[in-house]
């Protein structure tokens, strides 16, 4: 299964979780937002990448793995070859070299 969208199903579950235990859910409604845009890990830093990852639950020792998946070169050339992103835009934070 690709990674984005279990990331996307993570954050559901601990959306529906924290709704259940009363406890504020604010964050994870954010996040659903961000989570829009299929280039989003693309276009913020690692450490913005980390906060998400973990208040979608996953565990700190799968961070650095989760976040590599999420921004592998394969999966920039897919979101470029769909348009998600342009190869040249200038807010992209991670990029690779030109494809061709």
Known sequence: MDEFKVVEIMNE?????????????????KIREFLKDEAFFFKIDKINAYKI????????????????????????YNLIYKGKINEDDNNLVVKYKKYR
């Open 53 to 76: 990852l973990t208040n979608v639950g996953v565990k700190q020792g799968q961070l650095e793995s989760v976040y590599k998946k999420l921004i592998s070169p394969d999966i920039f």
């Open 13 to 29: 579950t601990m959306l529906e979780l924290l709704k259940e235990k009363n406890q504020n859910f604010n964050i994870n409604l």
